[in-house]
């Protein structure tokens, strides 16, 4: 790797200058993107015509436009990937892109290969970054169409007029533009690089640039972004973001620490000073539990990349690393006994939740508690034993379609690698890890579910219609996950203080297994954890292998739930003819 580095190096000093070349495909994405921009704010539209195209420039404007209303932005990161990767798809559908892109980089026939191929990932990387501006720009934000109109040369001053809205103050004018203000290399963290800019009116900044312009962060994070902005306000007040010092960030750490776990939603709490409610806090008896460190440093990150994103737009003077330095908290790990209650199932508690009424008969579509002879195999019913016999992440069933479900060699799977699931770690961050083949469980089958669930339905539906991303965290098992969490409340399935969910049943599925002869690799490949056993593994097996002993590794774990049981209930609630 080193010489063939080495090599490259050589290469890219030889034959061409690579820096120029970057610049090159930087000034061709402006200049389209200054033409998108002015011909929507011009005419009301962006698409350009066949006649009004003028040469090369003209066809990757428009060849730029069309991708962009084919391709999703939601899957245009995995699709880019697929490309590099080599996928003939993907090849096909961006290879216009390419082309274009490495003829302004300046990219010949007798361009060596690493240079080519280093230049083909930089293309790609500018044609992201335009799409998520074109889609902005295309919802008529104002600050993206004027940021692609200032590549052209547009000042703000005639964008404003075009739009109809009266000209900027100055004021304004240096805020919208960052290059504009006057520099000063000895500033010092005490000194505004704006005048009058508050914390909040920054963070407004930083969370439209992460979510809306580049699209770097999901929608669905701006509700925690708005808590850490609401906990900031509350114990730190309306500060200059460039006023902000490592003693501010100490007193913030130090209080929240200080806060009782349910500061948000008691409503006592309400309306109450951060220092008070701490006070009040510790004179209760029993005294409040207090919040996490996780929660305190989930808060903390959050914060460090608003004041890196200021320090890269050159609203800040002093280095983020050295504010957050030492701030964090390290999780104390939990004991056995921490581990047996708030991890797996024991055997108790799984054969009580699946001998109660939902799945052995309830009284009623709308009283689940009660028994009877009532069924409804929803998403209620399956995805608790999906979750216990797959070992899958609530979302991961919650948001796939029919069409996921396919055979490969016979064996019937969850298509986790399908490029329009968006899939996480259970950190909640995007994890490619988490793609992989998960075959059906022996009891899933003789449940019935591909029966119920899948044969003869249309590839689109979803598996449970009836989950929607409709909702502030945009998350398909949202709801699922709060009415499960009220039914095992409801049912008293633990004691007081002990933590049920979905979630727990990952923690029995890879415990359990791992207390078989199954091998490491192989339950990490089925619970989407990438160690180094899995990918080592993954190297040296066919991919119909790899399936075969998949499969007969999660048929290795066996569950105390009664399977005859269950089928009866459903033969019995059918034979009445109440089953859904």
Not at 180 to 193: G, M, N
Not at 428 to 445: K, Q, T, V, Y
Not at 502 to 528: D, P, Q, V, Y
Not at 556 to 572: G, S
Request: include cysteine.
């Amino acid at each position: 790797m080193r010489v063939d580095a080495e090599q490259l190096f050589v290469e890219l000093g030889t034959t061409m200058d690579v820096a120029k070349a970057q610049q090159g495909i930087d000034a061709w994405k402006n200049r389209w993107l200054a033409e998108i921009a002015s011909r929507l704010v011009t005419e009301g539209r962006i698409i350009i015509t066949e006649k009004e195209m003028k040469g090369e420039e003209g066809l990757a404007v428009d060849l730029m436009l069309r991708m962009a209303m084919w391709l999703k932005t939601q899957t245009l990161d995995a699709r880019i990937k697929r490309a590099l990767a080599g996928f003939e798809p993907e090849r096909l559908e961006l290879g216009p892109i390419i082309q274009a892109g490495l003829h302004h980089a300046g990219v010949s026939d007798n361009t060596p290969p690493h240079v080519r191929a280093a230049l083909t990932a930089a293309v790609l990387k500018a044609y992201a970054e335009g799409q998520r501006q074109i889609d902005a720009i295309g919802q008529g934000d104002l600050e993206a169409i004027a940021a692609a109109l200032s590549l052209a040369g547009v000042p703000m001053d005639d964008l404003n007029s075009m739009a109809g809205a009266p000209p900027a103050a100055p004021a304004a004018q240096a805020k919208t533009d960052p290059a504009s203000r006057p520099s000063s290399p000895a500033r010092t963290q005490s000194e505004t690089v704006e005048d009058g800019e508050t914390f909040e009116a920054s963070w407004a900044d930083f969370v439209r640039d992460k979510i809306d312009l580049t699209r770097q962060w999901k929608r669905s994070r701006r509700p925690e972004l708005t808590a850490t902005l609401r906990i900031w306000l509350w114990i730190i007040g309306q500060v200059s973001p460039s006023d902000v010092t490592k003693a501010e960030l100490a007193k913030f750490r130090s209080v929240f620490l200080q806060l009782p776990a349910d500061y948000s939603r008691a409503p006592a709490y309400a309306d109450t000073p951060a220092e008070d409610l701490i006070r009040l806090a510790q004179s209760e008896t029993p005294k409040a539990v207090r919040v996490s460190a996780e929660t305190l440093n989930k808060h903390m990150s959050t914060l460090k990349s608003y004041f890196v994103w200021l320090f890269d737009q050159g609203r800040l003077s002093i280095d983020p690393a050295k504010m957050f330095s030492g701030l964090y908290v390290k999780p104390k790990k939990k004991g056995r006994g921490g581990r047996g209650e708030r991890n797996e199932y024991t055997d108790d508690e799984f054969r009580a939740m699946f001998s109660s009424p939902v799945w052995m008969g309830r009284k009623s579509e709308r009283i689940l508690t009660q028994p009877g002879d009532y069924i409804r195999r929803d998403s209620l019913y399956w995805a608790p034993l999906l979750a216990a016999y797959q070992g899958a992440r609530r979302e991961e069933l919650a948001q796939v379609r029919v069409r996921h479900f396919v055979q490969i060699e016979g064996v019937w799977v969850l298509n986790l690698n399908a490029v329009d699931l968006t899939l996480k770690a259970d950190d909640g961050f995007e994890d490619e890890g988490s793609r992989r083949i998960l075959p059906l469980h022996r009891d899933i089958l003789r449940l019935g579910f591909l029966e119920a669930c899948i044969l003869g339905r249309d590839g689109d539906d979803q598996l449970f219609p009836e989950l929607s991303n409709s909702n502030a965290s945009e998350a398909f098992g949202a709801a699922l996950g709060r009415r499960f969490g009220h039914y095992q409340q409801a049912m008293k399935f633990f004691g007081p203080g002990v933590e049920g969910g979905l979630h727990r049943f990952r923690h029995s599925f890879t415990t359990r297994l791992e207390n078989t002869s199954a091998k490491s690799a192989f339950i990490e490949e089925l619970t989407g954890h990438e160690g180094p056993a899995r990918r080592s593994e993954r190297g040296r097996y066919t991919k119909a292998i790899h399936v075969q002993n998949l499969k007969r590794t999660i048929d290795m774990l066996e569950l105390p739930i009664d399977v005859d049981a269950l089928l009866a209930a459903v033969q019995r609630c059918s034979t009445n003819g109440r089953r859904q």
